[in-house]
């Protein structure tokens, strides 16, 4: 096993009015290094309370304990949005052996809460708020840390809607199997994941698998595909896997800072003609890639490597 950890930054220079620019620039350099290295770090001192991060950890568990009948009160409609919000056990043909519940931030206007446990909605609609607050500060320390102009991340991705905070309960490991979640790469901005103690989450390192240790106030981060294509390979969204331990269920919930489905995505000038480089991807609709990934949800491929990654959009130069 790896004997390294990714890096835990401290974020609270941004969250303090009035602190000095030196520190803040301090913490920005080792984000823009952890990104460049691991694509994968921790945040702590991030403003979310403690108390409402283990609140909702346990309202989680209380919803996912209710009866399958409860539970599919909030299923997915049909023909809703995609990835479809509401409950869903991950199918039997499916390399995920979870149940979750997604839930969109209320600008898409089809936020569904489950009706218990009843503090759940308020919970995580505070929940929602703060990780929104943090995704539009960490979308500007990256575009900052990406040398873009100020604002560039902030102006392109301006529509919340497409957001969403996903709780996952991964079922005690099989004889047979420990995947939770097999390996792959987020699609969206940036990834915000809280773990309970059990912890399982892995990021892959220089072909290593690297378990990130849970912790009650840091808060994973990771970055995702649309990053990766607009900063042409700069920074990368990284490998990572959930593994379930035997004999024990496992919890996490995880915020998607997203980007709006009708954006257009290609790597940004200043990372291909203002420097000299060809584009290493072509441009696409978001929308068309998070439908092509949510494929394998119906139409499972018999092999791992016709999954669509941001790869299905590579320029070979
Ligand atoms: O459950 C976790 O810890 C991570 C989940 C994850 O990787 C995802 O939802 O994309
Ligand atoms: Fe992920």
């Not at 000299?276 to 441009?283: L, M, V």
């Not at 092509?292 to 949800?297: F, H, M, N, S, T």
Request: hydrophobic content about 35%.
């Amino acid at each position: 096993m790896a004997s390294f950890d990714i890096p835990t930054i401290c974020v609270s220079p941004f969250l303090i009015s009035q602190e000095d620019e030196d520190r803040k620039k301090k913490v920005m350099e080792r984000i823009r290094e952890a990104c460049v290295k691991y694509s994968f770090f921790q945040i702590e001192n991030h403003g979310i309370p403690l108390e409402l991060l283990n609140r909702a950890m346990d309202l989680y568990k209380i919803f996912f304990d209710c009866s399958d009948e409860d539970k599919l009160l909030v299923s997915p409609k049909p023909g809703g949005t995609v990835p479809p919000a509401g409950y869903l056990k991950s199918p039997q043909h499916s390399d995920e052996k979870n149940e979750h519940l997604l839930i969109l931030n209320a600008s898409s206007g089809v936020s569904v809460y489950p009706k218990n446990p009843p503090q759940f909605k308020q919970v995580l609609e505070e929940m929602i708020s703060h990780f929104t607050k943090l995704g539009v500060l960490l979308e500007s320390i990256i575009s900052e840390c990406l040398g873009l102009p100020p604002n560039t991340l902030a102006k392109f991705n301006n529509d919340r809607s497409w957001d969403f905070l996903i709780g996952l309960h991964y079922f005690p490991a099989t004889e047979a199997e420990d995947n939770g979640k097999s390996a792959h790469e987020d699609g969206n901005c940036i990834t915000f994941v809280y773990q309970d103690e059990v912890g399982g989450l892995e990021v892959k390192k220089d072909g290593q698998w690297i378990p990130i240790a849970p912790s009650k106030h840091k808060l994973v981060v990771n970055i995702g595909d649309v990053i990766q294509a607009l900063s042409n390979n700069k920074f990368k969204s990284a490998t990572h896997r959930v593994v379930r331990p035997r004999g024990k269920s496992r919890y996490s919930y995880a915020f998607y800072y997203n980007l709006q489905g009708n954006k257009w995505v290609e790597p940004l000038p200043q990372f291909t003609k203002e420097i000299g480089e060809s584009a290493k991807y072509k441009g696409f609709f978001y929308k068309e890639y998070v439908q092509l990934r949510a494929r394998k949800w119906t139409h499972p491929p018999s092999r791992p490597e016709d999954l669509i990654h941001l790869t299905h959009y590579s320029i070979s130069n």
